[in-house]
């Protein structure tokens, strides 16, 4: 066995790196209106369900995200393979990612005693809690649809079939939605139910999702391309090497999101203006800043991709086009942060304001969509070319650096900010805002230096040394 020459085929440029993103930024694009409309329904029904729902929401992301991106990193091994021609390897690779993921789903339901203890550490009010707790414990049933989502779905984006990932979520997205409003209105027939509502019909939508890729994933041409059957066993070194690199990933998205989540948790003591007033900024944000997240994807799969063909400096290029295109998007909609912040604040005008001076709220809101114009170019630097190098495996320096800032910076500043000093929302954006901008100069900076290049996944190069050691042996 030979490690690969490289490939001779030419750099695709931004033709092919937006023919892989458009279905990836859509497809995020749809969960973040899923999201936002999520809590959009809920500001409309009461300001208590409002303000229960992103930090309930968001400590469930923060449980389960780890797994979901270990089970995700089955992309980045597709993606590699796909590159290097071995189409068996993708269906091997994926079978290891659905393993996972049913491994673990007891492990996620195991985790909502932990969940409910950090929610009543949060200090919010008994109203609010209460609704915290009953929309949590609903949606920790989404977990495993999410996580074996994320193992089946890397099989199509892997390969760059992101438009069948785009599809798939819209229909299920479009469900969940479609759902969102007739449980929390009770419409059509069905029961009004509020925030449970809103979390069971999340929950529906989540398991529709890995049905759907399920179906594809066996159905006749795949098994027939990639013997997807035949290859769904259980193979050591490739699982061991998926949890050697895929690890850090997990561990990296948790200690992060867990990170966000304590920002989120903490600004909810500050009052409920503060509270309210950054629930609609961070709804608004992650509608607006959600396509980078498709982005980012998209830069893992092409660098992947171009590391399997051993093309290394094609790789690198692809990485910069996508923050060039990232950070454009972003600079418009920043611009539209600042230049027409009422359009957005007015969508949740209504029972989300609650007991609290509309104007007043509209104030503080303004100023916090100011300061997400800022972070919004050190997000998709974050976002983008942390993606860029995990589709090269270099996932320990992804985690080591990101978790490090996160907790060191970001939670111990917050923590000062909010428990001790008890400064005001203002100061704890702007602290969240510096920890943004130094995450994506770190990545900016370790992308630069080239040091993934040198990361072997696929383990293709001890077979080489040992050609080489046979060679030696036979002429001494």
């Known amino acids: 066995m030979n490690f690969p020459t490289p490939d001779s ?120 809690f209460a609704l915290e707790e009953q929309y949590f414990k609903i949606i920790i049933w989404c977990g495993g649809g999410m996580t074996l989502s994320s193992a089946l779905s890397s099989f199509f984006s892997g390969r760059g079939r992101t438009f069948v990932i785009m599809a798939c979520n819209i229909a299920a997205n479009g469900l969940n939605i479609l759902l969102n409003y007739c449980f929390v209105f009770g419409k059509w027939g069905c029961p009004e139910m509020g925030i449970a509502g809103a979390g069971w019909a999340t929950v529906i939508g989540s398991w529709i999702s890995p049905l759907i890729f399920a179906l594809l994933y066996f159905s006749k041409p795949a098994i027939a391309e990639f013997q997807t059957l035949k290859n769904l066993r259980f193979d050591p070194g490739l699982f061991k090497r998926m949890i050697r690199f895929g690890l850090p990933s997990g561990v990296h998205w948790f200690l992060d999101v867990g990170a966000f989540t304590a920002f989120v948790l903490l600004v909810g003591k500050l009052g409920p203006i503060a509270h309210i007033a950054s629930n609609i900024a961070l709804s608004i944000n992650l509608i607006a800043f959600m396509p980078m997240i498709g982005m980012g994807m998209a830069a893992s799969i092409l660098v992947g991709q171009y590391l399997g063909r051993n093309q290394p400096d094609y790789a690198e290029r692809v990485g910069w086009l996508a923050l060039k295109i990232g950070v454009g998007y972003i600079v ?69 650096y990101q978790s490090s800032v996160a ?49 072997d996944l696929l383990d293709r190069r001890a077979p080489l040394v040992e050609e080489a050691e046979d060679a030696l042996a036979t002429r001494l």
């Not at 497809?27 to 959009?40: K, M, P, Q």
């Not at 500043?413 to 130094?438: A, C, D, F, M, R």
């Open 407 to 455: 907790w060191g910076f970001l939670v111990t500043g917050q923590i000062v900010i909010v428990e001790v000093l008890k400064l005001n929302v203002y100061v704890s954006w702007i602290w969240t805002l510096l920890y943004i901008l130094i995450l994506g100069l770190g990545f900016m900076l370790r992308f630069r230096s080239g040091h993934w290049k040198s990361i």
């Open 332 to 400: 418009l909609v920043g611009l539209s942060f600042l230049l027409f912040p009422g359009v957005y604040v007015n969508v949740f005008e209504g029972n989300a304001a609650g007991s609290v001076p509309f104007d007043e709220l509209l104030r503080v809101v303004r100023i916090l969509l100011a300061i997400l114009a800022v972070w919004g170019v050190g997000d998709a630097c974050a976002l983008i070319l942390s993606g860029a190098l995990k589709g090269a495996g270099d996932t320990h320096f992804v985690l080591y």
């Open 9 to 128: 085929r030419p750099f695709g440029g931004w033709r092919e790196l937006l023919k892989i993103a458009w279905p990836l930024i859509i497809n995020s694009g749809t969960f973040a209106v899923l999201n936002f409309c999520d809590r959009l329904f809920l500001s409309w029904y009461g300001e208590a369900e409002f303000r229960a729902s992103l930090p309930a929401g968001i400590l469930f992301f923060s449980l389960v995200c780890g797994f979901m991106a270990l089970a995700g990193f089955t992309n980045t091994f597709v993606a590699q393979m796909w590159g290097a021609g071995d189409k068996q390897g993708c269906a091997r690779a994926t079978a290891q990612g659905i393993l996972f993921a049913l491994l673990s789903i007891p492990c996620i339901l195991a985790l909502a005693p932990v969940g409910l203890w950090f929610l009543r550490l949060s200090g919010h009010g008994p109203e609010v």
